[in-house]
């Protein structure tokens, strides 16, 4: 074999290994006895070394090193530009640190979980703790001296930067403000969903609905967990929502959303399957698929006047005259703390109070014990009511329990890129809205798919973003679409 093909060969196996890691994941969360969790942990850091020793194996550099002004084509340079980063990074971050990552991640998640039902942040405080002086210490590897923060950010948005992305949100944040501001003091609100939804119900049609965005349960589950999550590629990727007994939006926009994300990995294409290449090249990219899946098509005008017939059809008649007034109610903006349940127009500012506050966890200029306060402080500031108990304030996530500082930034950049594709795609499918009215999403997605799913990690991810849209990405079209229909719905 040539050292291209012994280096994919190695690499093969090592991104099967992951992906066993990743379904250990999954089943702690969804179907895991809980008095497992310490031999989950001890399973996972084992995995973890394993991972370790094969990302950082030595031959990996002498296969680099033969390859060096070798010959080679579109996708073998992409495939050894990923190989080389994680190589590069992996071998800076010591095996015992790596391993010992996963054993505290794995069970700092059962803590967490504990604590934020029982509504006790002091419970998990010395957890927490653990968690960040290990990211730290891995940042303080990887940086070369460089930003703690921005080390870390590279794991879920390569080439980005926290200045870059401070920048961005500073031009997002003044629209933003403005519009939220004229929406509250509107005197026409679309009404509330009231009553109870039976949970049985809701669950059988949130699978009519992830079928209609294409999700292929040949290929996927769909259960329940604390946390929506999206987990697996290739021919595996796995899906989990929650009910609540009087909110079934929330069941049935985090299933879409999750569709989005599983969507993305199942279209791929099928020729990068357990390469570098076979999954998402980003996490802003990623948020990109399951917010347009979730938003500009799950809450649009045509689809919410289907949804409003499988709702009737379901619950029988729920309060909401006609499907006008379902569409507003669907979109409407209300006074709530969980970020997952955010509207569209208060999302981002959920994403900005969490980015601001882990930069500072991490550089150190915030102690956890003072994290409830500064959270809810700035909570008060940003959306001007009081956070009433820690499940609605820094116990909500489960992001910082399991390590991933620097994921938060990604939510909001792919709300920007999924403005930008948006707009493409109606530019490029002007009937869209014809097929949606009919629970028909297959125009939709199946330009997402074409023009940036398929690709994978082929491209950078600035890179994907800008050959599917035809211009380079901005905070713009988000900005303009949100305030066009946020205009309308409140009578602006």
Sequence with gaps: ????????????????????????????????????ASQRSEEMAALEGVLHARRTDVRIGDWLSALEGAELDKVETANLRHIRRDFTRTSKVPAKLAAELARVTSLSQGVWAEARKAEDFDAFAGTLEKVLGLKREEADAISDGGSRYDALLQDYEPGATGAELAAMFSALRPRLVALRECV???????????????????????????????????????????????????????????????????????????VGHACYELGIDDAYALTPLGQGVSMGVHESQSRIY???????????GWLFEQMRQSFGDFGIPDSDAFYSTVNRVGQGSIRTEADELQYNLHVLLRFDLE??????????????????????????????????????????????????????????YAGCLNKAMRDAVPNVDTALSQGDTSAATG????NLQRHGGLYEPKDVIEQACGFAPSEAPLLDYLENKFSEIYRL
């Design 1 to 36: 074999m040539t050292a291209y093909q012994e280096l994919l060969a190695h690499q093969r196996e090592t991104e099967a290994l992951a992906q066993i890691s990743g379904r250990l994941g999954w089943d702690q969360e969804t179907m895991m006895p809980r008095g497992a």
């Design 184 to 258: 509250i003091g509107a005197s026409h609100h679309p009404v509330p969903l009231i009553g109870e939804f039976e949970e049985r119900l809701q669950m059988k049609l949130t699978r009519v609905l992830a079928r209609a965005f294409g999700y292929d349960f040949s290929r996927g589950r769909l259960d329940k967990a604390v946390h929506p999550f999206s987990s697996g590629s290739g021919s595996d990727a796995r899906i989990t929502t929650r009910t609540s007994l009087t909110d079934p939006f929330n069941c049935f926009y985090s299933t879409i959303h999750e």
């Design 294 to 304: 979730e938003n500009q098509i799950g809450r649009s005008r045509a689809f919410t």
């Design 359 to 416: 930069q500072s966890l991490v550089s150190g200029d915030l102690a956890v014990a003072d994290l409830p306060d500064a959270w809810n402080q700035r909570f008060k500031a940003d959306f001007g009511f009081a956070v009433d108990k820690p499940s609605n304030g820094c116990l909500q996530d489960v992001h910082w329990s399991v390590g991933l500082f620097g994921y938060f930034p990604t939510y909001t950049l792919g709300n920007v």
């Design 447 to 450: 330009w997402l798919q074409e």
